[in-house]
């Protein structure tokens, strides 16, 4: 610890850059969205002051907004248990049958490109590979003579979720992986050691020892795979309101998710008030995962 | 030996898994590339899995329009706020984690509450201040929500706080030199890994960020390559070939400078889950 000084500026001098630029280039234009949520303002005009009416009209009025959201809890529902197991099996399997850092690495990494590349990227790549007519999976499931006709993959409801929750699946679940391998890291070899001589098989190892050692690890990657989910929104929109001649929320809105209609609303009908009302009203869904997500952390450090 | 050859069975499935996925993470760029090769009518002629012949007619066709503008304003935007928010997420860190101070736990709580607010929330608000500032036709409203980064001035602060030893510190100010030489010349260069561990990051971040540009920027000359890319769908003039090429371009440069890199970057995304 230091030793208390006489009263001195230079700790204000090092902060102060943060917290001015949060101040002016964060805080701020969250309190005035907060406050414009509450008006009717196309962001030129007079804002009128129209009271909680925003939030009321989301939830009673307005059924595209409520199936925006209900369209963002099911491909979170669907697709967060399939990327997170898929990344927890996929990082016990290297820690234990791949042999070499460097080969583990290997796979680590090529596991780990899609999340690095720019989700605008992938969802213009997705939208060739599922396109009707040349589509990369239309060929081949025709090659393979799975279907007799091409599938056509934007043009209904369900198909449509399932391009976008192939997407969301595709690009997240390295994310996973990597974490749940560096969390495998730290588990001590002496305890599975132990297990392997009592007889105890590579399964049951990981779903009695590993698993309940992970779990600390498996809330965090749920919790932010949510959080990120909420905010779901260069995908969808690539694979939809960047195709000329297809719907902005897909067939029907089927794939509209919050983020999409807080952006149409805000930045294309210039309904400024109502847009920052949906993007609140999405915020405190969202700040209730992050609670939890800092109590998770705060037990974790306390360890 | 009953076990190992059990061990011998289970690696047969398991083999194949990674197996499969790591084909299915490599598969659409590897078609994104070989379709940049293809003569656009070709294309429609079936599936295709090797290299055609039309990649330099392709490259020409693409020549014709503009793709190093967003490249280089990319580049701009991705390495200011990069050097940006390191400098300022360091300085926050040495302050908070080495002095003590009044307000100190304020300042704190304070940055964990930050650590909670996704800046895509506040977009509308962030319109309007950058349009009464008269830079929402230009490239700063895409750098400076990097500038105050949560993450970066919270992990700063606690990497400085326990890589740092005080005592060095201490001898430093007790020898006559001034804090801000203290944090140029002891403290950047031990925090190296974290400075390159974050630098990564925030490039990474601000180098797929879509929705800022999206709302911003309306002037082709000012298009980021995420934007750039979001326009190749929506063109009539329908050269698929052409625009799968230009997104090979426009993802796997920075893509191979992501992998050669992808130790720290993964170090990075691990923070906050792993207790180091």
């Known amino acids: 610890m230091m030793k208390k000084k006489k009263i001195d500026k230079t700790p204000y001098l090092f902060i102060a850059p943060f917290f001015l630029c949060y101040a002016v280039f964060s805080a701020f234009p969250f309190a005035f969205s907060f406050a414009i949520s509450f008006t009717d303002w196309n962001g030129v005009n007079t804002p009128k002051f129209v009271g909680l009416s925003n939030y009321i009209r989301i939830f009673t009025m307005d059924a595209m907004a409520q199936k925006a959201f209900l369209n963002t809890f099911l491909f979170l529902i669907i697709a967060i248990p399939v990327q997170v197991i898929l990344g927890l099996i996929l990082a016990m399997i290297i820690k234990d049958f791949i042999i070499g850092d460097r080969t583990r690495g290997a796979f680590q990494l090529i596991n780990f490109l899609p999340y690095l590349t720019s989700s605008v990227a992938i969802g213009l790549i997705f939208q060739f590979l599922f396109d009707w007519?040349?589509?990369?999976?239309?060929?081949?499931?025709?090659?393979?003579?799975?279907?007799?006709?091409?599938?056509?993959?934007?043009?209904?409801?369900?198909?449509?979720?399932?391009?976008?929750?192939?997407?969301?699946?595709?690009?997240?679940?390295?994310?996973?992986?990597?974490?749940?391998?560096?969390?495998?890291?730290?588990?001590?070899?002496?305890?599975?050691?132990?297990?392997?001589?009592?007889?105890?098989?590579?399964?049951?190892?990981?779903?009695?020892?590993?698993?309940?050692?992970?779990?600390?690890?498996?809330?965090?990657?749920?919790?932010?795979?949510?959080?990120?989910?909420?905010?779901?929104?260069?995908?969808?929109?690539?694979?939809?309101?960047?195709?000329?001649?297809?719907?902005?929320?897909?067939?029907?809105?089927?794939?509209?998710?919050?983020?999409?209609?807080?952006f149409q609303a805000s930045f294309r009908n210039f309904q400024m008030g109502y847009g920052s009302a949906i993007a609140y009203a999405l915020f405190f869904v969202i700040l209730i995962f992050s609670i939890i997500q800092a109590k998770i952390m705060r037990q974790e450090n306390e360890r | 030996m009953k076990e190992k050859a059990k061990i011998r069975l289970i690696r047969i499935p398991a083999y194949l898994l990674l197996a499969i996925t790591s084909v299915l993470a490599l598969v659409p760029f590897y078609i994104m590339f070989i379709m940049g090769t293809y003569k656009n009518e070709d294309i429609f002629k079936g599936l295709r899995l090797l290299p055609g012949n039309y990649l330099a007619q392709n490259i020409q066709t693409i020549l014709q329009g503009d793709v190093f503008t967003p490249y280089l304003n990319s580049m701009f935007i991705s390495i200011v706020s990069m050097v940006s928010c390191i400098l300022v997420s360091a300085l926050c860190g040495y302050g908070m984690s080495k002095f003590r101070f009044k307000g100190r736990t304020v300042f704190l709580r304070i940055l964990m509450i930050t650590l909670?607010?996704?800046?895509?929330?506040?977009?509308?608000?962030?319109?309007?201040?950058?349009?009464?500032?008269?830079?929402?036709?230009?490239?700063?409203?895409?750098?400076?929500?990097?500038?105050?980064?949560?993450?970066?001035?919270?992990?700063?602060?606690?990497?400085?706080?326990?890589?740092?030893?005080?005592?060095?510190?201490?001898?430093?100010?007790?020898?006559?030199?001034?804090?801000?030489?203290?944090?140029?010349?002891?403290?950047?260069?031990i925090i190296k890994p974290a400075i390159i561990t974050l630098g990564l990051l925030i490039f990474l971040w601000s180098w797929n960020n879509f929705i800022i540009p999206l709302v911003f920027v309306s002037d082709p000359n000012q298009y980021t390559l995420p934007l750039f890319v979001s326009t190749l769908g929506g063109s009539y003039r329908i050269d698929y070939a052409a625009k799968l090429l230009n997104l090979t371009i426009a993802t796997i440069p920075v893509l191979v400078f992501f992998s050669i890199f992808s130790k720290y970057l993964i170090k990075g995304m691990t923070i906050g889950a792993v207790k180091e």
């Open chain 2, 116 to 189: 909670m607010m996704p800046y895509q929330i506040s977009l509308a608000g962030y319109l309007m201040e950058m349009r009464w500032l008269h830079l929402n036709n230009t490239l700063w409203p895409m750098i400076f929500v990097f500038f105050a980064n949560p993450f970066g001035a919270f992990w700063m602060t606690q990497y400085i706080g326990s890589s740092i030893p005080d005592t060095i510190i201490e001898s430093a100010r007790i020898d006559g030199a001034s804090e801000f030489r203290i944090f140029a010349t002891i403290v950047l260069p």
């Open chain 1, 133 to 262: 007519n040349y589509g990369t999976v239309n060929q081949v499931l025709d090659k393979l003579n799975i279907v007799k006709d091409h599938i056509y993959w934007f043009g209904s409801e369900w198909t449509s979720r399932i391009v976008v929750i192939l997407v969301i699946v595709w690009r997240n679940f390295g994310y996973s992986m990597i974490i749940f391998s560096a969390g495998l890291s730290t588990i001590s070899n002496e305890l599975l050691e132990a297990a392997e001589l009592d007889g105890a098989n590579w399964f049951q190892r990981q779903i009695k020892i590993t698993i309940p050692l992970l779990k600390p690890i498996l809330g965090f990657v749920c919790i932010v795979s949510l959080i990120n989910g909420f905010q779901l929104f260069d995908e969808p929109y690539m694979l939809f309101a960047s195709q000329a001649g297809q719907p902005y929320g897909g067939p029907n809105n089927s794939i509209l998710t919050v983020m999409m209609t807080m």
